[in-house]
Each structure stands twice: as C-alpha cells, then as structure tokens.
C-alpha cells in the first residue's frame, strides 16, 4: 500500500524500502517485527514512516537499529515506556465476534460493510492488488503486546493524520512537541492521494530537521 509513495519519495532523492508481501500468515508480534527488520539496513541511518498498526513496533525498532527519525502515518502511537497491546479491548472485541471456529479473522477488507471499505480504495484495480496479498491473522495476535524501552521518542519525530480517526494519537504527538499536520482523508490515503501524501511526508521531515541527501 505504500509503493505508490515510495516511488514519489525516491524521485526526491531519498532511498526507500517497504516490507515484503508475507507468504504466510505471522502468528505472533515477533514474526511482524522480524519482518520489518529483516528489510531495515542494519549500518545505515532511517527514517521510519509507520502507517496503522505498524506504528506500535517503531520502538522496538529503534532498539536494533539506528532510527533518527519517525513519521507515524494515521497509526498507533506508543506511550513513552511500558508495553503497548495490539489492538486496544474494544478493538479486540469487534474482532472477536468476526473470527471462525478455528480462530482466524477474515482478511481485514471483510472485517467492515462492503461500502466502508469499498470507499477506501481509489479503483477496483488497487483494491484487487491489496487484497491479493492479504493473510488471515490469528485473533490471538490481537491479544499480544509489545514492549516499549524507555528513551524511544528522544529523537525527532512527526505526526501526519488522515481525517480524525487518531486523533487521540495526533494529540499526544502534539503533547510532545512534535510537528503534526492532518490531511483530508481515510486510512488508505496513501493509495487515493499518494502525491499529496509523499508531499507532506516531506514537508514534515523538513520541519524535523531531516533532508534527503544530496
């Protein structure tokens, strides 16, 4: 979902990588951040841009890696230390009504009515292409959390929200002085509007003190 502005940012000279389609369902916290790390170079400096629940493993990622900044993208956004859940209770309750016998969810573009999510995509294209590479997760996942070390958020960091539905998250990003713009649209924003997307991704690492290089 994010190639559309990854493309956009490499033209504005910045070197970019997204994490791989899974193969399989991950079943647990650690084999998404396993994933994450395996494409993070390991001696470079990053710039994490965190979108949805991605957002909750950017402080474990700051542990193994060195992260000079982050964007969290209309994402979970961790407290300063303790652990963080997954999915918060009432999110996990949605959930459980939605899983089968066997305990797996649906791909998540049936966990809403066919016009919510219909809604979310720009062409019937894209939303193939997306739901093409979706996995069945496990309800089980939704119940982990994920620990979060103290000192994580002493780096420049940003805030860019699509409509109101983090605005919980925007406000605490502005609690802790970080630079926070709010876009008019819904989650996939980055399929929809990737132009205008990957535009203030830019504006907001410069207000961060973080440019491309040259």
Not at 6 to 15: E, F, P
Not at 46 to 66: C, D, K, Q
Not at 165 to 182: F, K
Request: with cysteine.
């Amino acid at each position: 979902m994010w190639e559309p502005v990854a493309a956009l940012l490499a033209r504005a000279r910045w070197s970019t990588v997204t994490p791989a389609a899974w193969s399989s369902a991950p079943t647990t916290a650690e084999d998404v951040l396993q994933s994450f790390l395996a494409v993070l170079p390991a001696a470079a400096d990053i710039v994490v841009l965190a979108h949805s629940n991605a957002g909750l493993y950017v402080p474990a990622l700051t542990t193994t890696r060195r992260v000079v900044g982050c964007v969290f993208v209309d994402a979970g956004l961790p407290a300063g230390h303790g652990r963080v859940r997954l999915a918060p209770p009432a999110v996990e309750e949605f959930l459980r009504d939605r899983a089968d016998e066997h305990g797996l969810l649906p791909p998540w573009t049936r966990w809403w009515s066919e016009s919510e999510v219909a809604s979310l995509f720009p062409d019937d294209a894209t939303r193939l292409r997306v739901e093409r590479e979706q996995q069945r997760l496990p309800l089980s996942y939704f119940a982990q959390s994920l620990a979060v070390p103290s000192g994580w958020d002493n780096r420049p960091g940003a805030y860019l929200a699509f409509g109101d539905t983090y605005a919980a998250e925007r406000h605490e990003a502005t609690q802790r002085g970080w630079p926070v713009t709010t876009l008019a649209g819904r989650h996939l924003h980055t399929l929809t509007a990737p132009r205008q997307v990957a535009e203030e991704i830019n504006a907001l690492l410069g207000r961060m003190g973080i440019k491309p290089p040259p």
